[in-house]
């Protein structure tokens, strides 16, 4: 996946990622977490944002603490170069998770100060990606979506619906968001695919 993006930004510049998907439970957040584990693998730093300050995940998912994240960053009196960056063992990756859920998820994405969150974060690493909560279910996603460089849409196989995957497409096109791609999660393996490289073929 990682690979494909590398090429996707080819002629555009991809430093900033949003991973979403249509509805909940479809897959998003692992699939975000693996890919920054994946990018991280080398040389290149990778910040792994929680940014579904509804159902955070990350830090259960890197068994990391969730006392201080990025709702902290909108706090009075929070000094602009403080980001409570946690480091992910024998990788490039650090996690900025959520911290504690604020009561108007919305407003602080939609904030000002959300933009000056993310020019600190792109100083400090060559790739930030985004865990957003699903896009057809709160407007969350798509106010960060006009933030940052591209999207990636997550669907699952036998769950998610296309109706769902139509109307996720449309939010993202009137904030103009540039959908990178999708990933499908759970599909089924097709064994017909794996004769082409096959001894007999």
């Given at each position: ?31 975000i977490?693996?890919?920054?584990v ?78 000056e ?7 400090q ?64 393996y ?12």
């Open positions: 996946m990682s690979i494909n993006l590398e090429f996707a930004a080819v002629d555009r510049p991809l430093r900033s990622l949003l991973v979403t998907s249509p509805a909940p439970d479809e897959g998003k957040s692992v699939a977490a693996n890919l920054a994946a990018m991280g693998d080398g040389d290149r730093s990778v910040i792994l944002v929680d940014a579904d300050l509804r159902r955070p995940s990350q830090h259960e998912l890197f068994g990391l603490t969730n006392e201080r994240g990025l709702s902290d960053l909108f706090r009075g009196g929070t000094a602009s170069g403080d980001l409570p960056l946690q480091n992910v063992p024998n990788t490039s990756v650090r996690v900025l998770t959520s911290g504690p859920l604020p009561p108007i998820a919305g407003q602080l994405l939609a904030a000002r100060r959300m933009d969150v993310i020019a600190q974060l792109l100083e690493a060559d790739m930030v990606l985004f865990d957003a909560p699903p896009i057809v279910a709160v407007t969350d996603a798509s106010l960060l979506a006009s933030k940052v460089d591209g999207v990636l849409l997550v669907v699952k196989a036998n769950c998610t619906r296309r109706d769902h995957v139509r109307a996720a497409k449309d939010r993202l096109d009137k904030v103009n968001a540039w959908v990178v791609g999708s990933v499908l999660l759970d599909a089924p097709d064994r017909s695919l794996g004769e082409y490289y096959s001894d007999n073929g």
